[in-house]
């Protein structure tokens, strides 16, 4: 057994043979434990957050190719808002999971290095970085034509960008007004709209709008945000009934507070929202991004086929209170 470093997360790998990823129980980024079932071997190294995240994504990957079929093979789907966060974690496990994958965002710097990544963790070229202003219709226009000529065809679009102020109904200004609607309602529709052209040429696909809690329920305070989000709601419902007949599934996804650098940013969430959030729901912590994106591949996958116009809350029980 290896020594476990202070100040380093322990990660501990256990080889299931041909259990494979199937038997995988968990993957941790925070120094839990990663454990298949009917472990032979077992591995144990410390290693820094970052180096423990692409280590498991690859060990997925690797063990993924060699024993089956992922569960998005074959697929090709745009992840906005790519670069960071709940976006990150979603192209990450796409591309693990047999998808390749358009990384778009605004962040070009952080886009490009995990594209790169990706491709490196794939040993081929999985992955490409478009960058894209979600309020902009000729960046959707070009990322989704870079899309087709690079992977022929598109099939997932996970809308995933999105912007936070906390201002209430008076302290809102019509700048940030503007602003969040523009990039977390105008950019959603944006998106189905140049997308929806491109999935059916393909014969099909599935969208997933990242709405949220504050889409479903109020919380006096982030006015815009929550206009925003429940916008995107009915949105996602209008859109599922209206291309229902043509293969053309659309899902919303609602997550409460998620550690990402949007919600951990002090100067955008105070550490007392921060706190008051992480505390409400029963399960009285907050998310990480990868669980959310494990309930975005679930509905981007075949495994959701009857699944259209539904919500998927992922908020430890927050809304069921």
């Keep these: 057994m290896g020594a476990i470093r202070a100040g380093r997360p322990h990660v501990r790998w256990c080889s299931a043979g041909n259990n494979g990823p199937t038997g995988r129980i968990a993957w941790a980024l925070r120094g839990a434990t990663v454990a298949n079932v009917g472990a032979m071997a077992h591995r144990e190294e410390s290693l820094p957050v ?5 280590f498991l994504v690859r060990e997925y990957a690797e063990e993924r190719s060699q024993d089956m079929p992922g569960r998005l093979e074959d697929k090709v789907a745009i992840v906005s808002g790519a670069s960071s966060g709940m976006g990150a974690a979603e192209a990450q496990l796409f591309a693990a999971e047999g998808a390749k994958v358009v990384l778009a965002d605004v962040q070009s ?5 995990l594209t790169d990544k990706i491709n490196e963790m794939a040993h081929s070229k999985v992955a490409m970085f478009a960058r894209l202003d979600v309020t902009m219709a000729d960046d959707w226009e070009a990322a989704v034509a870079a899309t087709e000529l690079q992977f022929g065809r ?4 996970i809308n995933n960008a999105g912007i936070l102020d ?4 008076e302290e809102t200004t019509d700048d940030i007004w503007r602003q969040i609607i523009d990039v977390n309602q105008k950019g959603v529709w944006l998106g189905m709209k140049t997308a929806i052209p491109a999935m059916r040429r393909a014969g099909g696909g599935a969208i997933v709008n990242m709405s ?9 305070v982030a006015t815009a945000y929550q206009a925003s989000k429940g916008a995107v709601r009915l949105l996602t419902k209008t859109a599922a009934v209206q291309y229902a007949p043509e293969n053309i599934r659309i899902n919303s996804v609602h997550p409460g507070l998620i550690e990402t650098p949007m919600t951990v940013d002090r100067q955008v969430v105070t ?3 921060y706190e008051a959030f992480a505390s409400a729901p029963p399960m009285k912590r907050s998310g990480k991004p990868e669980e959310v994106a494990n309930a975005v591949l679930f509905l981007a996958s ?18 069921a209170t």
């Design 166 to 169: 906390m201002a209430g109904v």
């Design 271 to 273: 550490q007392e929202v």
């Design 154 to 157: 598109l099939d997932i679009l």
């Design 109 to 113: 710097e952080q886009g490009e290095d």
């Design 302 to 319: 075949g495994e959701a086929s009857f699944i259209t116009g539904a919500e998927l809350f992922v908020d430890g029980g927050y809304t």
């Design 212 to 220: 949220s809690i504050l889409g479903a329920v109020g919380s006096g």
């Design 50 to 54: 970052a180096e423990a995240h692409e």
